[in-house]
């Protein structure tokens, strides 16, 4: 009986095979898996064009509005990023990239997320720094874009968009009342910023004030802690868009501002050679807004 079931059982089994559905049928075939190779090329020529100095090639490898997230900063959108690169490698003419590509896992056909390590060697001969990534790939007119990238570095290389801020700078003070006066050094073999200010009015005592910037070492993001004569204190994070520095601050305001908590952002934008704007906005005092603080126009003197 059991010899006799059997060509009936198989006869039945290609028959209901035949008559799947096509759609069903194609579901039972494994997808494919996309092809990897080219989104390892697209990393390749990326470390090609920063170490050519295409700047073209660069901005094609990012689509319009992309996001750039590096040491606790963002930089949005194509134009900002490829000129916050441009401007790195002013700072640093002789670096040079070198990309690692640990893993490519495909989101969707046309969407990838590409982890590795990226290393960043600044002049010939030292020992190059090297910093985790990971960013999606979109495929963008045939071409295998980035879209987002986050990049985790050294804490000590975080603090490099800052270079171009140390040395000592003076400036006029709020409503041409006396003068600023800023000196900004590194610190700690470069893991610190130090940042020494003296305000002197025409008239009354001058104000003092002293702020250590440091990037964390876990995931480079970049804080500060200062504290000033008045007995005014404050905690700050700094974020950038690849040109201007923006340090969201907030501490205990001082005896004459009328009130206890105190919050505002200092916009710090580069305005030429060796020149720079400094402006405390979005400013409340216990959540009261108080009007922007007029901007403060600095010069490198040494």
């Not at 171009?164 to 600023?180: H, I, N, R, S, Y």
């Not at 993001?221 to 007995?231: I, K, L, M, Q, Y």
Request: proline share 5%.
């Amino acid at each position: 009986m059991r010899d006799a079931l059997g060509p009936i059982v198989c006869t039945l089994a290609v028959a209901l095979a035949t008559c799947l559905p096509a759609g069903v049928a194609a579901a039972r075939e494994q997808t494919p898996v996309p092809d990897a190779e080219p989104v390892r090329r697209a990393a390749a020529a990326y470390a090609q064009a920063f170490n050519a100095r295409d700047f073209a090639a660069l901005a094609e490898q990012w689509t319009q509005n992309a996001e750039l997230f590096e040491g606790g900063m963002r930089v949005a959108g194509r134009d900002a990023i490829v000129g916050s690169l441009r401007a790195g490698l002013q700072r640093h003419p002789q670096a040079t990239m070198a990309i690692e590509i640990a893993d490519v896992q495909f989101v969707a056909a046309s969407l990838a997320r590409v982890s590795g390590v990226m290393k960043l060697t600044r002049k010939p001969g030292e020992k190059p720094f090297a910093a985790r990534f990971v960013s999606l790939r979109l495929l963008e007119e045939g071409v295998w874009r980035l879209a987002e990238s986050s990049v985790t570095g050294s804490h000590a290389a975080a603090l490099d968009a800052f270079d171009w801020l140390v040395g000592t700078w003076q400036a006029t003070g709020p409503g041409g009342d006396g003068a600023v006066e800023t000196r900004i050094e590194k610190a700690l073999s470069g893991h610190a910023i130090v940042v020494r200010s003296t305000i002197r009015p025409k008239s009354g005592d001058a104000i003092e004030s002293i702020a250590l910037i440091h990037a964390d070492r876990d995931t480079g993001a970049v804080r500060s802690w200062t504290f000033d004569s008045t007995g005014a204190r404050a905690e700050g994070v700094f974020t950038t868009d690849g040109t201007t520095i923006d340090c969201t601050l907030v501490g205990t305001a001082a005896d004459a501002a009328g009130g206890h908590r105190a919050e505002w952002v200092r916009a710090i934008a580069p305005t030429g050679d060796g020149r720079f704007t400094q402006q405390s906005i979005e400013r409340t005092i216990d959540g009261r807004p108080i009007p922007d603080g007029e901007p403060l126009h600095f010069k490198k003197i040494r």
